[in-house]
């Protein structure tokens, strides 16, 4: 019997341990289905791959290199650790064996896994008779390096910003690579989606438009992790017909998957034992037994001390070092490489990481897995449980919920966690504001035809307006660029706007920029004084400057947080759909006026009101899409207009949360206002807004998907045993007054009759 079997038959005759447990589900294992190296295969390939251990290739990769080798767009959705990297690597090399002119471009979404794929590219390609230039081309390439790369490279592997603000614009400097493009490899596609995707799919628009001016054509395969739309996402992105291979093909050996709910110690608060110190505990039982494990948790300060109490609990001799590590952003690049070596090696015993481990970086495969708190998306609690599980042998993943809805939910409901995923990755490319911003960045690359569509888009009007704004002009019927600066560097792929306000901190000597917020979120959670909770640390913040888009802020220690007082006036200015009845619902374009005037000092534990004071900022305005569900006075029945009040503010802070289940979204991408006489409708209503301007289709899909949400919302109120409401299920009973779950349920049960 291996140590981690000896633990779980431990756990199995605890009946305290059981207790916590709402689901302990065993995946069989699967003995995998294997092809032999297709014919087409260069010969030197496939003895590369020999010499590495491999005589034979899962189904999957047969399969996607077949799709490839018959020109056809291709999307490989597989799990962690099913060998996906040769579902790409191995038709590109070979393409390039035979036509060693032939070039591809990989995009993944962070440096680091850029790193990794050159690292396994040049291990996969060292004994080949052919030579291949592998390169990573980002921001910390050498400027002496760039030249040959930009000539000479046959695989360039970057990301979608460097692709974006330093390849596209310069493509002149890049004819080679584009001239002879064959392959585009976008890895950790569902990464895509919300404000990010929407982005990356007006890049691959230009992209493709150098593409053809270049006269190259270029195949395109992606990979994802298990969404429920890959196809559909794969489209948006690419606009062109693709092949979707689901079925996998690699091996999988004994996994339990366990979910953990840590007992409540506070029935009337839902106030739960802490996750972090419940999983500190379980990781210690394990690692001091021998079995290899890796943490993860959601914020940097949560590595660090996660990995200060493992240290404390896990002593090691005098002078020896600990064989339990942090991994984290921030970390330098030759700290992180020594780390992943331990792992694969095994003098690492332990490591907690954020989810930067949680993408392909190769650490080999660990006997457990850890999770404290849910990882927000289904596709990223699978990747993080991916990381435990070798190929003989049994493995362990377990997920330690903390006390907010969303936890709860999933571990109340593990069918729905071990079903069929239900999440899609949206994004929408249209988004006028993006759209727009690109056809800019597209114009200084090459001047468009009066009529050309970007993508499959038509684009006369933006290119009309931008003419009107003296951006381009038109002359023989082509739009071309005039004004001298260059777009892309001043647009982010990783927000809407360019409008963040940026938070400095300025406790020390040297001021540091700590994190940023999106400016319409700013009156609300940096106005003056209020205090900003980043990574566990209270800041306060001294002073907003909305000109400079800077928040300055110093490190406090104090007793309680600051709630802002918002108003939040939405006016509807168009329905795109609607289904009305004694409860309607609807969907369209809204105006979202806010507007913070004061703010309140909460106590923590207490949630007494111990202070307030003003604040002096403008209104901010914003446009977007909304979702909004109302109720006829007939369907109410006998609900006060007090109930009916309590109950729609308790829905608006759950049903933002939960709809996050469904849309792969973070819970902050969309939000809710709630008007018992909304202007519009006349009538108690409550209203989800997609939290960027212009919106990215959260609440279309929303309308579409409304059942599920609410009944979702449903299921945390029943679950939830807390008497009038807690943080985990319609909010802290201070926001409430005394009682709005009973009539968030009863406002509910209408929807949902
Ligand atoms: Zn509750």
Redesign the pocket.
Known sequence: MTKLNEILQQWKDDPAFMSNITRWEVVPTTEGCFCNFPDYLEPQLCEALQRRGIEKLYSHQAAAIDAVRQGNHTVVVTPTSSGKTLCYNLPVVSAIIKEPSSRALYLFPTKALSQDQVAELRELTAGLDTTLNCHTYDGDTESGLRQGIRRSGHIVVTNPDMLHSAILPHHTKWVHLFQNLKFIVIDEMHQYRGVFGSHVANVIRRLKRICAFYGSNPTFILCSATIANPGELAGLLIEEPLQVITENGAPQAEKHFILYNPPLINLEL?LRRSALLEAQRIATELIRKGVQTILFTRSRLGVEVLLTYLRQSIKTRPGEESTIRGYRGGYLPRERRAIEEGLRKGTIKGVVSTNALELGIDIGALDACVMTGYPGSIASTWQQAGRSGRRRGVSLAMLVANSEPLNQYIVSNPDYFFGRTPERALADPNNLIILTNHVRCAAFELPFDQNECFGRTEIIAILQFLAEEDVLYLSDGRYHWMEDTYPAEKISLRSATRENIVIVDISEAHPRVIGEVDRFSAPMLVHEEAIYIHGGQQFQVEKLDFNEKKAYVRQVEVNYFTDANLSVDLKVLDIFEDESGGVTRACGDVRINALVSMFKKIRFNTHENIGSGPVDLPETEMHTTAFWISFTAAVLGGMTPVAVQSGLIGLANLVPQVASLFLMGDPRDLRAVSQVKAPFTEMPTLFLYDNFPGGVGYSQEIYRIYRDVFQAARRVITD?R?AD??P???GPIYQNGESG?LPAMQLLEVILR
């Open positions: 839902g939830c807390c409401g807690c985990s299920c319609i779950k």
